[in-house]
């Protein structure tokens, strides 16, 4: 056995099972890959065998001494696991496993040693369900010779796997880090372009690579001996869906006053828990309600000033920083902000590709990593306020729908769908608003609604050459699963945008700059209570996030937070027609590259262009063709 570590261990897993190879090598490639997850210290694991091996890469946050080190064996020497993420609740556990005897006194301080020797003494399914936090674990029992992956409930932290060529199986929190293993030849996954090119980014389990997936979260993935793909089960041990349905036939029976003090108290707790660390810790402040809800009872348990953090811009439709020093002033906490200039996003952009390591565009990870840089300047973890606009009704598309829906409800299905056909098989079709309303009246029911609503230009389905049909989170959803409309919305985004899109960005790009994010209201408890609220509690009319202002106005005053939201977002469509990006642009899009890769149809994608340079659409879809190229840019790059 070989077991090596230079000090600490904590935030990038990697590890494989049956590399014929230079094991010690690929080890080191594959830890290197991610060693912006990581840069405090790094370990090795490989079994007696050589079969398996687990790598880590370690931002310290609890215990910084050697005591904390990864990958770690439990005291029996049984397990061996390789984490990144953190157990809030874990001294909670460390006090049973004491009082109950299993332990009789831990080595140091970590969460690693606790969660390690709760799965000794309860079995890894029921040291999971007491555990409180975001991770993904990879887990072997040298015993029993087989090898767990885990990931949190939520999906916040990423866990990709699969096998390179028939034999070796590989895991990793970032895809890239696969990617440069000895013999990967995986090829593009031109069956979920259409899905990319619809949505900025691939849902879960579906990776870029043929072969290569996304670990869902709340999931138990086992694979034994002797590692090939007949040996794996994935088993879930939490399910969203589940914890939806849970809540909603249970509905909270308080007034809704009692609901806003019930989610007060759990936020706090959870709150409580995330600002535990042996380093500084601080939030993510906008002017949104989200974020100033988490900062404001950050501050309410906080003896000293909390560190909050926000960017700003010079033009005025996407400024918030001036509302956010209000909101941080009249809270009282040391703010610190950064006004960016379109010099500093663009700076930004060659690095994308390398830091999502597949394609994603939501256009808001340039802010999001330069607020990320900001904020690492002065601490090592950061707060957020992602998850209430899923939970608690946010957004106004779920208004929309609801909206639409209860017009449109009461025409008999039979009825619409021919009506719609005919409308979009007519010369009305060519006008983009008569296809939108053609297309929407043909949903079955409000999922349907909300899904098409992404896709109603059959230009978006000529952009890639290939078209599968992967089924994903959205197309699957059964019409009608939660009793209320915007329930079911509200689910459809906690299961797919959510997990792939928003905890993706924010993960990727703090991770870049080795800082750690945490999201109180993803918190398992706030969680299930969200889904035990009643509509009404959430949203009336155009106001979404009833009970969560609530909480929040017994801190800021109302009037302090009804603005019109801006949103995390910048003026990408300005400047992308200023010369330098729209060179960068033109020259990703070339239509003899674009022939020559024979992925794109260069034909649609210069369509697009060309409108969104004269007539100013296709703003958000160019973006995603321009991250698709950028990315392979960076892949060819990387295997030539």
Known sequence: MAFTDKEDGMCGIAGFCNLKG???????????????????????????????VLGHKRLSIVDLSVNGAQPMESHSGRYVMAYNGEIYNYKKIARKLLEEGKVKAFRGASD???????????????????????????????????????????????????????????????????????????DIQTDILDIYFTHGYIPAPYSIYKDIYKLEPGTMLNIKFPYEEKDISITPFWSMREAAKRGQENLFQGSREEAA???????????????????????????????????????????????????????EGYN???????????????????????????????????????????????????????????????????????????????????????????????????????VLHSPLAKNPI??????????????????????????????????????????????????????NIMLMDMLMYHPDDILVKVDRAAMAVSLETRVPMLDKDVVEFAWSLPIEYKRQGKTGKRVLRDVLYRYVPR????????????????????????????????????????LLDADAVWKMWDDFTQRGIWRIQIWFVLMFQEWLNETSAMFH
Request: hydrophobic share 35%.
């Open 22 to 52: 230079d094991w010690r090598a690929n080890i080191a490639k594959m830890n290197e890959r991610m060693h912006h997850r990581g840069p405090d210290a790094e370990g090795v694991f490989a079994s007696g065998d050589e079969r398996v």
């Open 261 to 315: 003090e019930e989610l007060e108290r759990l936020l706090k707790e959870s709150i409580r828990e995330q600002m535990v660390a042996d380093v500084p810790v601080g939030a993510f402040l906008s002017a949104g309600i989200d974020s100033s809800t988490i900062v404001a009872l950050m501050q309410s348990l906080n003896s000293g000033k909390v560190k909050s953090f926000t960017i700003g811009m010079s033009e």
């Open 434 to 487: 008569y296809r939108t309303k053609g297309t929407l009246l043909g949903a079955k029911g409000p999922g349907r609604l909300y899904e098409i609503s992404y896709e109603t230009d059959p230009l978006v389905k000529k952009i890639s050459k290939t078209h599968g049909r992967c089924p994903y989170k959205y197309n699957q959803f059964e019409e009608g699963y939660l009793a209320e409309t915007n329930h």
């Open 320 to 422: 918030e920083a001036a509302a956010a020093k209000e909101i941080a002033k009249h809270l009282g906490t040391e703010h610190t902000e950064l006004y960016i200039t379109e010099e500093d996003a663009v700076a930004v952009i060659p690095k994308l590709g390398h830091m999502f390591g597949e394609p994603f565009a939501d256009s808001s990870q340039i802010p999001t990593y330069l607020v990320s840089k900001m904020t690492r300047e002065h601490v090592t973890v950061s707060l957020s306020g992602d998850g209430g606009d899923e939970l608690f009704c946010g957004y106004t598309s779920y208004e929309s729908v609801s909206r639409i829906w209860g017009k449109m409800k009461n025409i008999p299905y039979f009825i619409r769908k021919p009506c719609s056909s005919l």
């Open 112 to 186: 690693t040693e606790v969660l390690l020797e709760a799965i000794e003494a309860y079995g890894v399914e029921n040291a999971i369900a007491m555990s409180k936090g975001m991770f993904a674990i990879a887990l072997y029992d040298k015993k029993e010779q087989e090898l767990f992956l885990l990931r949190d409930r939520v999906g916040e932290k990423p866990l990709y796997y699969g096998f390179i060529g028939k034999d070796v199986f590989a895991f990793a929190s970032e895809i890239g880090s696969i990617a440069v293993l000895d013999g990967f030849r995986n």
């Open 559 to 598: 009037e302090m937070m009804e603005r019109p939201k801006k949103g995390f977002s910048i003026p990408i469509d300005k400047w992308l027609l200023k010369p330098e990006l729209r060179k960068w642009a033109e020259s990703l899009i070339d239509r003899k590259t674009l022939v020559r890769q024979g």
